[in-house]
């Protein structure tokens, strides 16, 4: 058991206190079978090893001590002053030691140096009464481990931003007791990717999976702006009883910089499959077990991750209840009952002029 890091493909049970929401999110997706990016989490550990620190928590405690949340300019001054002392405490080389080590095996992992997102998550991320999101930080598309050591302080020191404050004191929140983890997790460098769904949007056949696939980002599927190879399986035979191979003229791909660009696809590319036969079937498999895991009909988002060797680059993005034909069958079943209830009227009115 490492206790400064927590690989999402971890065999142990995922705590909150030690991963925070979002960290324990992606371990329990993970350990459920489903494919998100491959990472890890800097555990809760590893931010009190560094800033538990009895001078640097009074430090703390001396700079907030009468703080006017409504003074703006005071509290931008004094959150920069803690975050700056928390941006230069020592990390004690065991943790140093194993974030190393974590990483190292995730860019092994990936082939290589590629960009990650590092993400903080914090333990306070789903409290019942208060809601979190936004206010600690994530950075995207970071390059090189010392890049990545630099942005796991900064979420470190993201607990005391301005608003994080500000947020804490709105809702009575103390800072006893709180802590934050921080993922590190591939950015997904999407080869081909669209929408799968465990059903057939055409006629609501169930035994049927329909695959929409184009290169590169999936937004173009998504918007309709290029017209996607499309494929539909046997959902118990996993074989492919249709498909359609489109001329896929436009990709969106990542630029490694934090953004994306539109690129003319390049003969004969264009009009090639935007996924192998192997490639079918991993998909399908996965919008099968999405479906089996959350007990309904499903519409996934996935991609082929480029950096990722085959038998792992099939991801999961998103996955999502349809609700097109789901909605037709609570209709269904709404009318149901009126249709039984006047059939009921009709025939007591009946009998009731038969008297």
């Known amino acids: 058991m490492s206790l400064y890091t927590f690989p999402f493909d971890s065999a142990e049970k995922p705590e909150h206190d030690r991963l ?4 324990t999110s992606l371990a329990i997706m993970t350990g459920a079978g489903m494919p998100v990016p491959p990472g890890f989490a800097v555990t809760t550990e590893s931010y009190d090893a560094v800033v538990n ?9 001396e700079i907030l001590a009468g703080l006017d ?4 300019a005071d509290l931008d001054h004094r959150s920069a002053q803690i975050r700056e002392l928390i941006l230069t405490q020592p990390v004690p080389e065991a943790v140093y030691a194993e974030v190393h080590t974590a990483y190292e095996k995730l860019m092994e992992l990936c082939g290589g140096e590629v960009p990650v997102a590092v993400r903080s998550s914090a333990t306070a991320e789903d409290l019942p009464d208060a809601s979190f999101a936004g206010q600690q930080d994530t950075y995207l ?24 404050i500000t947020y804490r004191l709105a809702n009575k929140i ?8 921080v993922a590190v997790q591939k950015m997904v460098n999407s080869r081909s990717s669209g929408v799968a769904m465990t059903i057939d949007p055409a006629n609501g056949d169930r035994t049927k999976i329909v695959i929409d696939s184009s290169w590169g980002l999936g937004e173009m599927v998504v918007s ?19 498909r359609i191979i489109s001329d896929k003229h436009e990709e969106l791909v990542p630029t490694g910089h934090g953004s994306i660009a539109r690129k003319e696809v390049e003969e004969p590319r264009r009009n090639s ?20 895991h959350y007990g309904s009909v499903q519409d996934v988002e996935w991609a082929i991750d480029a950096d990722l060797p085959e038998g792992h680059n099939v991801l999961l993005l998103q996955s999502r209840p349809e609700t097109v034909w789901s909605q037709k069958k609570v209709e269904t079943k709404i009318a149901s009952p009126g249709s039984g209830i006047e059939a009921i009227t009709k025939s007591m009115l009946a009998s009731m002029n038969r008297k």
């Open 141 to 164: 598309w970071i390059i090189g481990e010392q890049h990545v050591l630099q942005k796991i302080r900064e979420c470190w020191a993201s607990l005391y931003t301005a608003r994080a």
């Open 273 to 292: 499959s935007s996924l192998s036969e192997n490639e079918i079937i991993a998909v399908a498999k996965l919008a099968k077990a999405a479906e089996k």
């Open 53 to 61: 620190d009895p001078k640097l928590q009074a430090h703390i405690k």
């Open 69 to 72: 949340p409504d003074n703006v």
């Open 174 to 181: 103390a800072d006893e007791g709180l802590s934050i983890a």
């Open 224 to 242: 309709g702006e290029v017209t996607p190879d499309n494929f539909v399986l046997d959902k118990i035979m996993m074989s492919v009883v249709n």
């Open 20 to 23: 925070g929401g979002k960290c």
